[in-house]
């Protein structure tokens, strides 16, 4: 991947050109997902003509350019440049809730977040922004050279990105001092592993367990980070609560009230800010009917 270490050192006037041509070639030459970008966006605006749908596909594919080199930029922005281009909103609770006034020291914190915006410029931001230690989880890439691309991006300035089969050891194991666990809880759960089925964008889809799970066994608060796009290369991050301990462990009651909050603060922020999801993610590409490990929403 020398090619992309390369164009990381480039200005960011020129980054976005690159951009334009990348958007050329996903739109226009190569129609990358094209199908499953409109058969997403017509499911969940069932309300939206087809002109509509079609100037919220070319918005996406012009926002997931500017990504794509954006990440790449990331391998050599320093710390004040993220501190330039990503505003924080509700860290003071952020911090707040790391607090355990009965044993007078702080744990740390599970934040579930999306597919939009920027959410490889959203770990740093946080990271420089609060001096906050954070763990992303990470479902590894099949490409190896993309994959170890992404690996030092997110490995920059202190972070450990911990891959998703060692999360939830990982987490047990790091108990004390404020640190924030990052998970993207919107991938597709491999199949043939247990997963939870609730209504997602006007449609069924199955989530991860293990996110819940390990809030349940480590009894820490659970945030959800909404990105937000402001203008071309700058981000707004909000931190939302979603859940604040102690639990009640109800995984026997078929009760998943962490998922379902998450559920329900992901479809806002969509809704909020459509361009900027990933609609090229085959999100709904299971049926619960042939999924004998589901559990019912």
């Not at 996903?26 to 499953?36: A, D, I, P, S, T």
């Not at 594919?61 to 391998?75: G, M, N, Q, S």
């Not at 946080?126 to 170890?148: A, F």
């Not at 603060?265 to 619960?288: N, V």
Request: include cysteine; glycine fraction near 4%; charge should be positive.
């Amino acid at each position: 991947m020398l090619f992309f270490r390369v164009i990381s050192f480039l200005p960011f006037f020129l980054i976005y050109r690159i951009g334009w041509f990348f958007y050329f070639l996903l739109y226009y030459l190569f129609r990358y997902r094209k199908k499953v970008v409109i058969e997403n966006i017509k499911q969940a605006f069932p309300e939206k003509n087809e002109k509509e749908i079609r100037i919220l596909a070319k918005r996406f594919y012009r926002h997931f350019a500017d990504l794509f080199v954006e990440v790449v930029k990331a391998h050599q922005m320093s710390s004040e440049e993220f501190n330039k281009r990503c505003k924080i909103l509700g860290e003071d609770q952020l911090i707040q809730k790391s607090m355990q006034k009965e044993v007078e020291k702080t744990r740390p914190i599970i934040v579930l977040t999306i597919h939009q915006g920027n959410w490889e410029w959203m770990l740093h931001a946080v990271s420089q922004n609060l001096g906050i230690p954070i763990d992303p989880v990470y479902k590894p890439l099949h490409h190896k050279g993309w994959n170890q691309f992404i690996r030092e991006v997110r490995g920059r300035f202190g972070s450990r990105p911990i891959p998703m089969k060692q999360a939830g050891r990982d987490i047990l194991k790091r108990k004390d001092g404020f640190r924030l666990f990052v998970m993207l809880a919107d991938q597709t759960p491999v199949k043939g592993e247990r997963s939870y089925w609730v209504s997602y964008l006007n449609k069924e889809a199955p989530f991860y367990l293990g996110a819940e799970k390990i809030a349940y066994l480590t009894q820490y608060p659970v945030f959800f980070a909404q990105c937000r796009r402001l203008k071309r290369g700058y981000y707004e991050l909000e931190f939302k609560e979603l859940a604040t301990p102690p639990y009640e462990n109800t995984r026997d009651k078929n009760n998943h009230q962490i998922i379902d909050a998450y559920v329900k603060a992901a479809e806002r922020a969509i809704y909020e800010q459509p361009e900027t999801f990933l609609w090229s993610h085959r999100r709904w590409k299971r049926y619960r009917d042939n999924d004998s490990l589901s559990e019912k929403g």
